[in-house]
């Protein structure tokens, strides 16, 4: 019963992180005004915004005026029910728990807003950042200062890279990958970026994109986070059994 609880509470915030990643980079309210049809602009009932099931009873259209709803929109509220539920599974409920729950919700608002705008508004980190430093003020890395210098670590490494090769990596991109540095330390981050190189070159052949055009990137950065976050130790013991 509680992992359903669980479930249906990541549901409805994800379908608050939707409206999020959609307005703040276009520097709309996410309050005003009420959620409501993009096309007819007539505002949604409490039984329009049910998380994922008004989808699949209005079958992903406006029962108003019958325009096509994004499948982005109950994508992101699944997503993040399974991804509370894997928290809650992982940590139950604690301190770190709350922290890895805070540090997807700003992973699923990031991943909305780079495919819809390819771009992840400043006021995100500004809001998030500090929560993170105070998680790890009161739980530090077994080594206390390890999460500043893998920070700056990150930062010099993409500074090089910046100046060996102009724009080969967008701004938020930078700022997400510096957020794991400073929460995990150096192994998660460098595992992580060896991950998310190898997904974004997949999500770039798979989809119409060339290596040498600019893509949304931080879906692979927060699938690579994920993946793991959740499932990295079964990804150690493969390797050192390969090895």
């Known amino acids: ?53 008004s989808y699949i009873v209005l079958k992903g259209s406006c029962k108003r005026c019958g325009a096509r709803l994004s499948f982005l929109y109950p994508m992101t509220e699944l997503l993040t029910g399974c991804l509370f539920l894997l928290i809650y599974r992982t940590a139950g409920f604690s301190f770190e728990g709350l ?23 400043n006021e995100l980190f500004l809001f998030f950042f500090p929560l993170f430093v105070i998680y790890r003020t009161l739980e530090p890395l077994l080594i206390w200062w390890e999460g500043a210098a893998s920070l700056l670590f990150c930062f010099l490494l993409f500074y090089s890279l910046d100046c060996f090769k102009p724009n080969s990596m967008g701004g938020a991109d ?33 989809f119409p994109f060339r290596l040498d055009e600019p893509f949304p990137f931080v879906p692979a950065i927060a699938f690579s986070f994920w993946l793991y ?15």
């Not at 509680?2 to 409805?12: C, E, H, P, R, S």
């Not at 608050?16 to 049809?37: E, Q, T």
Request: proline fraction near 3%; aromatic fraction near 18%.
């Open 99 to 121: 922290f890895l729950v805070i540090l997807c919700s700003l992973f699923v608002i990031a991943v909305v807003s780079d495919l819809l705008y390819m771009r992840v508004p």
């Open 229 to 243: 976050l959740f499932w990295g130790d079964r990804l150690i013991a493969i390797g050192d059994f390969f090895g």
């Open 1 to 53: 019963m509680t992992d359903l609880f669980v479930f249906f509470a990541g549901m409805i915030m994800g379908s608050f992180f939707h409206l999020v990643g959609d307005r703040l980079p276009m520097k709309r309210s996410i309050l005003f005004p009420r959620s409501h049809c993009e096309i007819c602009k007539q505002s949604l009932s409490f039984h329009d915004m049910l998380p994922l099931i």
């Open 174 to 206: 930078m700022k997400l990958f510096g957020v794991l540095a400073f929460c995990f330390g150096f192994k998660w981050f460098l595992i992580i970026l060896f991950l998310s190189s190898v997904t974004g070159m997949v999500y770039a052949k798979l």
